[in-house]
């Protein structure tokens, strides 16, 4: 169950390289009123997989760069042997294409991130706008209090914490980790030597922390929906689209129609992101 309800995620990540975009529209999966090709064709395109032929709208596949070599990629993680789902979703051929790249930003809705992982932090996404110094590394001397990027977050360096309305956007219950295995199953740094590998080798991965984990988390959304009347998970999405997500992934489920969930996905589409939600 820790892998089936996400093969959503691992399935459009793992074989957007390799397979035609008229395929992957053709699911079952795909639904509502959303540009999913457009989407797909910019995720691609600006991970540096999409040939000329493609971004001229001549043809629906995704060509492989030139540069990229036809030899299946293995990554040197000592416990890649075991993620046998990545197998199962043919990762390797999507490998021999591209292993990711850190243009690719996943917004990733969740319990949070542990931000200090040693095989997430390379894949961390930077909000270089809130680089206050301009020295071109995100560190404590940037701290300062203030908005630097004008989004309305203060010093969001790698994301935002919906839940508690700060820049910390780790999950603050140590047991629930649900959020940092999420990214890992997506982008757990590869070819480090270390742990296990993600789908995608590289990346940037941004954690908006919005699905409490403890009854104190709980109480804290019902107490900042009274007095505001906002709805966080409605704010993570709208984060997510200002701040260049170009894919949004929500690993969890509501048995009731959200209306306005709805609509934002909707925007998000017509701006060429592909939103992920969990299935099964």
């Not at 075991?82 to 051929?93: D, G, K, M, N």
């Amino acid at each position: 169950r820790w892998f089936g309800s996400r093969c959503l995620a691992l399935a459009v990540l793992g074989w957007l390289a390799v397979v035609p975009v008229t395929e992957i529209l053709g699911q079952a999966f795909v639904r509502g009123p959303l540009d999913w090709e457009a989407g797909i064709t910019r995720l691609a395109d600006e991970g540096g997989v999409l040939g000329n032929e493609a971004r001229d709208g001549a043809s629906p596949w995704i060509y492989p760069r030139l540069d990229a070599g036809g030899f299946a990629a293995k990554p040197d993680d000592p416990r890649y042997p075991e993620q046998w789902h990545l197998a199962r979703i043919q990762a390797p051929e999507a490998w021999k294409i591209t292993t990711g790249s850190r243009k690719v930003v996943v917004a990733v809705i969740d319990t949070g991130m542990n931000l200090n992982h040693e095989d997430l932090r390379d894949n961390v996404w930077n909000n270089m706008g809130e680089d206050a110094n301009r020295d071109g590394i995100l560190d404590e001397r940037d701290v300062d209090g203030i908005d630097n990027d004008g989004n309305g977050y203060v010093d969001d360096f790698h994301g935002w914490d919906f839940i508690g309305q700060d820049n910390d956007p780790a999950p603050d219950d140590p047991v629930d980790q649900h959020g940092t295995k999420i990214m890992g199953i997506i982008g757990a740094r590869g070819n480090n030597g270390k742990g296990v590998t993600g789908v995608c080798w590289e990346v940037s991965l941004m954690s908006l922390r919005v699905v409490p984990g403890t009854d104190g988390d709980r109480e804290k959304v019902r107490r900042y929906y009274a007095a505001t009347g906002k709805n966080i998970l409605h704010q993570a999405i709208a984060y997510a689209m200002k701040m260049g997500a170009m894919v949004v992934n929500c690993s969890f489920g509501n048995p009731e129609f959200d209306r306005g969930m709805y609509d934002l996905m909707a925007r998000a589409g017509e701006q060429g992101v592909v939103f992920l939600a969990a299935a099964g």
